[in-house]
């Protein structure tokens, strides 16, 4: 994993002379998160580290996937580091719970009384807009 800085696709930087990032965060839960708890300390095994603004994802045993967002890194000490997040944990996580920052999923249904009507164009092209809302049935 590299987390040395990057141009953008045309070889520019950002005006303040940044690039974007490298690499995938490899991380998994430091301790034992209580259900509805804004904040969890996580065990960054590989990738860099957190800056806040990252979105991962957790496996609940009875909700499924849920998607997180790091809303500011608290504290770090070595590889260690303690991380406001939104929403709140969905549900308890253990220790050693994988977060994955490659790619987040979350468990989302169609808001209650919305159908999704198809109509497809030909035989290949179709068209589709939707709205959708977390999804708080057990998975």
Known sequence: FSTAPIPHGDGSWYSDGAGHVA????????????FR?????????????????EVFALYHRRRGWRSYRIREVVSSAGRIHSCAIQP?????????????FWR???????????TAPW???GWWLASQDLT?????DPA
Do not use: C, F, N, W
Not at 23 to 34: C, D, E, H, M, N
Not at 37 to 53: E, H, K, P, Q, W
């Open 104 to 114: 987040p999923r979350v468990q989302m249904r169609l808001p209650a009384g919305v």
């Open 132 to 136: 959708l809302v977390e999804d708080m």
């Open 37 to 53: 708890s804004g904040s969890i300390d996580l065990r960054i095994a590989a990738g860099g580290s957190v800056r806040g603004g």
């Open 119 to 121: 109509s497809p164009s």
């Open 23 to 34: 690499g995938t965060v490899v991380a998994s839960l430091a301790k034992t998160a209580a």
């Open 88 to 100: 709140p944990l969905r549900e308890q996580t253990g220790s050693g719970s994988p977060a994955h």
